[in-house]
């Protein structure tokens, strides 16, 4: 059998410096877990501009559907600021997103012990927090139709339009019910079925999937709006929370910052099974290319190293070896090493991306 395929895109900024210490995890994987992935690494972003004048190229884009699985450093910078939209490095992340119709984002919000003492972090941090948020990707405000700024008499007019068809729904519907089912078998969909007709839609759709696919799923409804009030009130009451584009968008980062740095979260989109019954999908760190700190080796590849973790689970049916990575993690974060982005304590000095590195592997 041949193995698992993984297609790396380093991309720009830190992305490259990141992608370093994940590469040095895969090696280990493939010495000591027998774990042998068949690699290839290709350019995407600002990169993949400069040598080939597009942010992604066609190629590299039949390469992404046809792999197990795509890992993503960032892309962007300022030096791509002054470029036509067509063709900024965003434009190749999202082409990637949309023709591998990823449609489930999942975006965890945990936090790690060892940074749980907010005080050295100088930042409101919850202890123990772990929580799962599925953001639908492909759809919603951020696409529907008609979009645009309009004359309207004398004046302008700027016009979004939020759209789900059932199918959407009942698809990222899925994704939440099975990642419940994995989890604390507890799912809370979010919408504002008060003042939307897509949130009646979406709230009919999702209890109908859970009444006749999930009815041991314990599954509520919540307005978003609530729903950033109870996740900042008491945010450990969620498990899995599944929600539409924009407001996914909004309570994902909110998440976030309950636990801590950017530096830290990882990410998984995800999109419809393929024939080997797993689903296509892209990992990626939240955090982008961070270009004030890039090329200096300050960089956090914990985020990065998190979502090769989340690629192990979900792609490649090997979730003792995801934990025994997050669990290294955590030893290392437990034994004190930092980066600059976990510093707040005077005195401690901060250690380098490859050392950060390192100490992962050498916990493994
Ligand atoms: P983008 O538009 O790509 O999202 P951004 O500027 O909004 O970029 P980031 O590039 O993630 O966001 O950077 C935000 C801040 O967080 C920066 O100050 C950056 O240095 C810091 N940061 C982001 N990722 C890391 C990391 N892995 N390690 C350390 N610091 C980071
Ligand atoms: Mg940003």
């Known amino acids: 059998m041949s193995n698992p395929s993984l ?33 290839s690494e290709d350019l995407v972003g600002g990169a993949a501009y400069d040598k080939h004048g597009t942010p992604l190229t066609d190629a590299t884009m039949a390469k992404a559907q046809e792999v197990d699985a795509v890992l993503l450093g960032a892309v962007g910078g300022p030096k791509y600021d ?46 123990g927090l772990d929580i799962m948020i599925i953001r639908e990707l492909t759809s919603g405000v951020y696409f529907g139709e008609p979009r645009g700024i309009f004359k309207e008499g004398n004046e302008r007019v700027g016009i979004n339009t939020q759209r789900y068809t059932e199918s959407e729904i009942e698809r990222v519907a899925r994704s939440g019910f099975e990642m419940a089912r994995k989890r604390g ?45 109870q996740l900042t009130r008491w945010p450990k009451q969620f498990d899995v929370i599944v929600t539409d584009n924009l407001f ?17 979260l990882p990410s998984a989109s995800l999109g419809a099974p393929m024939a080997n019954g797993r689903p296509k999908a892209l990992y990626e760190p939240v955090h982008g290319s961070a270009p004030d700190i890039a090329g200096q080796g300050k960089a956090n590849p914990i985020a990065c190293i998190l979502s090769f973790a989340m690629a192990l689970r979900y ?11 997050e669990k290294a993690v955590e030893a290392v974060l437990a034994d004190g090493f930092r980066t600059a982005d976990l510093l707040g304590e005077e005195g401690v000095s901060p250690v380098s991306t490859s050392e950060m590195g390192d100490a992962v592997l050498k916990a493994l």
């Open 248 to 264: 996914g968008d909004l309570l994902s980062d909110l998440a976030a910052m309950l636990t801590g740095s950017l530096g830290m």
């Open 82 to 127: 002054v470029l036509d939209f067509s063709v900024k490095p965003e434009r190749g992340l999202l082409r990637l997103r949309k023709e591998m119709d990823l449609y489930a984002n999942l975006r965890p919000a945990q936090c790690f012990d060892a940074l749980a003492d907010f005080s050295s972090l100088k930042k409101n941090v919850v202890a």
């Open 315 to 325: 792609s490649f049916d090997q979730g003792d070896e995801a934990t025994r990575l």
């Open 7 to 39: 297609l790396i895109l380093p991309g720009d900024g830190i992305g490259p410096e990141v992608m370093a210490e994940v590469r040095k995890i895969i090696g280990w994987y493939g010495a000591n877990r027998g774990l042998n992935f068949d690699v």
């Open 185 to 229: 078998n507890k799912l809370c969909s979010m919408e504002k079925a008060n003042v939307m007709e897509s949130g009646v839609l979406w709230r009919e759709v999702v209890q109908r999937i859970g009444d006749t696919e999930y009815p041991d799923v314990e599954l509520s409804h919540m307005y978003a709006d609530a729903g950033a009030m």
